[in-house]
């Protein structure tokens, strides 16, 4: 699994979760949904930066988007 694909993953995890549409966290992500759905099905990579907004919009970590669960 890429790195691509432990963000997508982690990001759907956590933003069901949070019951968050992802409207919503593009919201509070400050973000556009298509974007954040590109990122959720791996189809884009996301920079620090979005990183960092995403885990914002999340209300997490940036970590807990990057780190393989086992």
């Not at 699994?1 to 759907?12: H, I, Q, S």
């Amino acid at each position: 699994m890429d790195l691509k694909e432990v963000v997508a993953t982690n990001m759907r995890r956590i933003r069901h979760g949070k019951k968050l549409t992802q409207e919503e966290l593009a919201h509070h992500s400050g973000l556009s949904a298509r974007y954040i759905g590109k990122i959720e099905h791996a189809k884009v990579s996301a920079s620090i930066t979005v990183l960092g907004k995403i885990a914002e919009g999340l209300g997490v970590e940036p970590a807990e988007l990057v780190t393989k669960s086992s």
